[in-house]
């Protein structure tokens, strides 16, 4: 009896040391790992530096590539792209030529929650090279000294010229004014989709000029079966997060910018806006519309125009044959179109940055950007694959290359992020509902952007 | 007899007690100390102690009060609400009845909800242009346009407290018919015999008889409610103008953008609130414990 007590006395005294020495072990490894990271952070930082002042002298020094595996996290927005990219990483492995072996993390957009989650992971200590990418999300990495400066290694690439220098110039707006740390991968320009046949019966052609396209939004807001009600409503706009890029063709339409949205110009393109929800042109939903709502609102007849980019083009083909369009935004005294980016990053913690950037730059003017670009739709940043006749041929497509020229995105500051997601929906509804005035409006969203 | 004095049963809960100071009592700290700290992400370099500062800026933040205010609204309506219908139900289930255990079941199916799955669901039940209650709504001729339920100030948060009411009945249905069931049965019939009336039965027996449930429950649905960010997160994100922004989500928000001083110090205010809910639960604990 005494003895199996102390048997299971002995049980349950190793049991406690295990357990206890198991969290010990635990802890003592992740402080490790931290330290280690922190070591190689800055390690990196130095080398990252030392590379770009070689690279200001002129000399790029990109280090020999050897053999080994690059981490990739990435986003895809449905399964079918989901196995594209994998096609990509499998057909860039097997024939990059020098060892290096790309491995694919898939990890879901989550309305944004990607970036989040990628910070937390590096900041962690999380062993990730390389990632898709948001401009947004550039101000935070940077100030936290997590991505790498690609200068010196765009400099040295022989196809540096083959995407747009303007492109180049928004990556450098991005982060410090100073250094490229964003590679390029592919853009979503916004434009105007209108359904023809509505178009015909309300009597109107595509409109050329922003005060055409005010017009042609009173004209698509019909009752079609004369019950008193609308059934059409001219213009799908969204309210929700994400509405601040169709809103900013409003506001420089009139001849405001992002730069100062007190102006007169910029006020009465707010007025345009509250102007279109108020007389009715807009479903009643539009405050709290999103993404989803306008493009099912589209889809559904319910709306004549909505703005979005080449992203839903398939879906919109699939719904409506040749009864959908699509034209870039009018000018007014002002013209912009929002362009959506999606582009790659290397981390300061990679150990292995050349063989990253052999990746990275695959996907930016290489085979990995054909094969992207045309199994999602997306605009390539490559001018030889944009003049390609795939990019040519397709109206959408076509619509956003016209658009491009006039593209821009939301001043990215390290407000950019909240602004966006709370800042400008919250006080834009209260314009809309009329508890503030435009400029009121204006004055808020401009005080919290550049605060 | 005396009682042996032995080290072993510290030794084997102090891994247990371990792991919760870890990952609970470390955050609770490290929360208090950036609630006093200009502690913004998005500024690395700025991070700084700024003593009350983040105290002193959520007092005259406008949103602060008025999600406060909401966050009032909220539990009181929310918790109201989930126990006055949970409290039927429960009497309802207590009754002998054909099917009364798949009912039982059935009725717990808001409970075992994830609480974003309600919120993605019931935004599309409330959607202006698609949703099935403008529908029915429509076809019984209560409404003769449809209401953009969750885009109007007017009606967004009122829409979301529902959503709240019925995702929390089950809760205090179960619990308190749990409780009902242990009422003894000689009581009733003692009191039939008195002739007392089906109302009198329930304020003079019943409700005396699981007031403690009652008070544990609400109390905690209180703390819950107070603190739940998914459903309104989910179908509101906090608008349309704020008008769906509790503490909570408030306090969700700010973390989300990076600035975890603001947010930390507003969580701090938040608990001391929440403290005049949870003291008078811990105490009652305590006592039956003791």
């Known amino acids: ?451 | 007899m005396v009682k042996k004095r032995t080290i072993w049963p510290y030794v084997l809960v102090a891994p247990a007690v371990f792991i919760i100071l870890c990952v609970v009592f470390i955050p609770v700290i490290n929360a208090i100390i950036m609630s006093f700290q200009n502690y913004d992400l998005r500024r690395p370099k700025e991070i700084a102690f700024n003593g009350f500062s983040n105290y002193a800026a959520a007092c005259r933040d406008p949103l602060f009060w008025g999600s406060l205010t909401r966050t009032i609204i909220w539990v009181v309506c929310g918790v109201g609400f989930q126990f006055l219908f949970g409290f039927i139900l429960a009497l309802l289930l207590n009754k002998e009845f054909k099917g009364r255990g798949v009912v039982r079941a059935v009725s717990m199916i808001p409970w075992v909800t994830p609480g974003v799955l309600i919120g993605l669901m019931w935004r599309w039940i409330y959607d202006g242009n698609f949703g099935v209650l403008n529908d029915l709504l429509l076809k019984v001729h209560f409404i003769t346009d449809k209401i953009p339920f969750l885009s109007q100030v007017t009606t967004a948060f009122p829409s979301v407290i529902v959503t709240i009411i019925w995702q929390g009945i089950p809760f205090f249905a179960l619990m308190l018919l749990a409780a009902l069931q242990g009422v003894s049965t000689d009581i009733y019939e003692a009191s039939d015999i008195d002739g007392a009336s089906a109302w009198q039965k329930l304020i003079l027996i019943t409700i005396p008889s699981i007031k403690n449930t009652i008070f544990v429950t609400a109390l905690l649905r209180i703390i819950w409610v107070a603190n739940s960010v998914d459903v309104i997160f989910n179908m509101t994100e906090g608008g349309p103008a704020y008008s769906t922004q509790t503490l909570s989500v408030y306090i969700f928000n700010k973390g989300n953008a990076l600035n975890l001083g603001y947010a930390s110090a507003m969580a701090l205010l938040m608990a001391v609130l929440l403290l005049f809910v949870a003291v008078p639960y811990l105490k009652m604990n305590f006592k039956e414990e003791v």
Request: charged share 20%.
């Open chain 1, 1 to 451: 009896m005494k003895q199996r007590l102390l048997g299971k006395k002995t049980m349950a005294i190793a049991m406690a040391a295990l357990m206890a020495a198991g969290t010990m072990t635990g802890c003592s490894a992740g402080g490790k790992e931290n330290t280690e990271t922190a070591e190689t952070t800055k390690k990196e930082t130095t080398g990252a530096v030392t590379a770009t002042s070689t690279a200001k002298d002129g000399q790029a020094s990109t280090g020999e590539i050897k053999p080994c595996t690059i981490k990739f996290r990435y986003w895809a927005d449905n399964t079918d792209y989901s196995q594209l990219m994998q096609d990509i990483i499998k057909k860039f492995n097997a024939e990059n030529g020098k060892g290096i072996t790309v491995v694919g993390e898939e990890t879901p957009w989550d309305g944004g929650a990607y970036s989040e989650n990628l910070f937390n992971a590096k900041m962690g200590g999380g062993d990730i090279d390389c990632a898709t990418w948001k401009l947004t999300s550039t101000p935070l990495f940077v100030n936290n000294d997590l991505l790498a400066d690609l200068t010196p290694f765009i400099d040295a690439w022989d196809k540096k010229s083959d995407i747009d220098e303007n492109i180049y110039n928004i990556m450098v707006e991005a982060g410090d004014m100073e250094r490229v740390y964003v590679m390029p991968w592919n853009i979503q320009v916004l434009y105007v989709y209108y359904r023809p046949s509505i178009f015909k019966k309300a009597g109107i052609e595509v409109p050329k000029t922003y005060e055409e396209f005010l017009e042609a939004i009173e004209k698509c807001t019909m009752d079609t079966n004369g019950d008193g009600k609308t059934d059409v409503y001219g213009f799908g706009m969204r309210g929700a997060k994400g509405g601040q890029e169709p809103w900013g063709s409003f506001v420089n339409g009139r001849g405001g910018s992002f730069k100062d949205l007190t102006t007169p110009e910029a006020v009465q393109g707010m007025q345009d806006f509250v102007d279109v929800y108020k007389k009715g042109y807009v479903p009643p939903t539009a405050i709290s519309d999103g993404f989803s709502e306008i493009i099912a609102n589209f889809k559904s007849g319910l709306t004549a125009m909505t703005i979005h980019h080449t992203g839903s083009s398939k879906d919109m083909e699939k719904v409506f044959g040749d009864d959908v369009s699509a034209f870039p935004f009018p000018t007014g005294k002002g013209q912009w179109t929002s362009m959506g980016d999606t582009e790659t990053v290397i981390f300061n913690s990679c150990e292995n940055k050349a063989a990253a950037f052999e990746w990275v730059s695959y996907l930016a003017a290489g085979e990995g950007q054909k094969m992207w670009c045309e199994g999602t739709g997306n605009v390539p940043v490559s001018k030889s694959i944009q003049a390609s006749d795939f990019f040519q041929n397709n109206r959408f497509m076509k619509a956003s290359i016209d658009g491009q020229g006039y593209a821009g995105i939301v001043p990215i500051l390290d407000t950019t992020t909240e602004w966006i997601s709370s800042l400008w929906p919250n006080t834009v509804s209260q314009a809309l509902t009329g508890s503030i005035t435009p400029e009121q409006c204006m004055r808020t969203l401009q005080d919290g952007l550049y605060q």
